[in-house]
């Protein structure tokens, strides 16, 4: 990537141009300037859309609960473009069908600029109101690394029998892409730095690293740690096949890697494995954390209808009912306890149901200080309903029981 600097007028212009020219395709603003006054907004998509027959920009404001549309006409474009310009977002990355163009803005003020060509496209994306989604590794294309994963064939066919697992690589990649801004991690000036816990047989391990270095040009580090060292010698073999560089792996229990990833992953972690994780990333101050729970079993066992929960003993007497209310009530915990830990957090749809059983994914970006009164007498309260100490609280360790000690003094 070729790299300049600009005067803040110049830059201006750069992105005004972009985003007003035929050949545009997206741009995204996010991460906040030192110094700066700061913005209610953490990210502003724009992209091109057409409505009624006629082109239009989409702007689609970002902040921690709620996201905000705006469609306007091209020719209507300026004064919501000077908008977001005047906002100061620290990084903004532009798409057209030629280029990838990122302007970031330094601690001391400088804007650097990088540019490179564009991912070569088989077909031009649908510019509908309801375009369908891109796929990140797409069908019909050889691909070196789903290749050797045993997932593509030579000329690119999905192997019937690993069909669901294809899709289950692209929308885990979907769902990296998209929060890539807001964590800041274009640009870092070095590689990115992740760590998979609970790495199993690291097919989204090594997807991951195959998609950040070799489609997006983001330099990516990945380390995949699991207890089970057979499955940690198959991954070291599946790199080699697939010639993955960057890529190490390590046999242990998670946290027992001594590490400050940019970002966590945990993939169908057993348990309070996820627990560990997410303990992990907030220790490690991890810039985004994605998260597919499995196994669900320390609260299975301690809910029961007694107290204030003893109006919900008709679920709870039915065991496959019991089971599901445990697993919504562990994964309702570990979301509040990132919040109180400074992350921004979500709950999503992984993957159809008819792809895997395991379909839950916490998504966490460090956007905020931690300690949110609200959020820990959220916490509190919800721990007196069901008279439990979740694991995650545990896992958390000294830190995360001071924040609950204020809200008893509260």
């Not at 195959?210 to 580090?221: G, T, W």
Request: proline share 5%.
């Amino acid at each position: 990537m070729k790299t300049t600097d600009l005067d803040r007028d110049a830059a201006r212009r750069l992105v005004t141009e972009t985003v007003t020219d035929p050949t545009f395709r997206r741009a995204t603003f996010g991460g906040a300037i030192r110094g700066g006054g700061g913005s209610a907004w953490v990210r502003v998509v724009i992209r091109p859309i057409d409505l009624r027959g006629q082109p239009h920009l989409q702007f689609s404001y970002f902040d921690r609960t709620k996201c905000v549309t705006r469609n306007v006409s091209i020719r209507d474009a300026g004064p919501p473009l000077d908008e977001v310009l005047v906002l100061g977002f620290a990084g903004v990355h532009l798409s057209t069908q030629a280029d990838e163009i990122d302007l970031r803005t330094s601690k001391k003020g400088k804007i650097h600029v990088g540019r490179r060509p564009a991912a070569l496209e088989a077909d031009e994306p649908a510019r509908t109101h309801n375009r369908a989604k891109d796929v990140p590794l797409p069908e019909g294309r050889a691909d070196r690394l789903l290749e050797a994963l045993g997932i593509l064939t030579a000329d690119g066919q999905v192997r019937p029998t690993m069909r669901a697992k294809y899709t289950q690589i692209n929308e885990f990649l979907k769902h990296l892409l998209h929060l890539l801004d807001d964590a800041g991690l274009r640009g870092l000036g070095r590689p990115v730095e992740i760590l998979d816990c609970g790495c199993g047989s690291s097919y989204l391990t090594l997807a991951a690293h195959h998609y950040l270095n070799h489609v997006l040009d983001i330099p990516a580090r990945i380390t995949g740690v699991d207890v089970n060292d057979e499955v940690i010698r198959k991954s070291l073999q599946t790199a080699d096949r697939a010639g993955a560089e960057g890529l190490a792996f390590a046999c242990g229990q998670i946290g027992s890697i001594q590490a400050k990833p940019d970002v966590v992953l945990a993939l169908h972690a057993c348990d309070t494995a996820t627990d560990d994780a997410i303990a992990q990333a907030v220790r490690g101050e991890a810039r985004l954390l994605l998260s597919v729970p499995c196994c669900h079993h320390h609260l299975n066992q301690a809910i029961r209808p007694d107290g204030p929960a003893g109006v919900l003993r008709p679920i709870l007497r039915h065991g496959i009912l019991h089971q599901r209310t445990a697993d919504l009530i562990t994964d309702a915990f570990r979301a509040l306890a990132l919040r109180i830990m400074g992350y921004r957090t979500d709950v999503v749809e992984f993957v159809s149901p008819e792809h895997t059983a395991r379909n839950l994914m916490i998504r966490a970006v460090r956007t905020a200080p931690a300690g949110e009164a609200a959020f820990v007498a959220e916490y509190r309260d919800l721990c007196r309903f069901w008279q439990v100490t979740p694991y995650i609280e545990l896992a958390l360790g000294e830190k995360f029981q001071t924040f609950l000690s204020q809200g008893d003094a509260s």
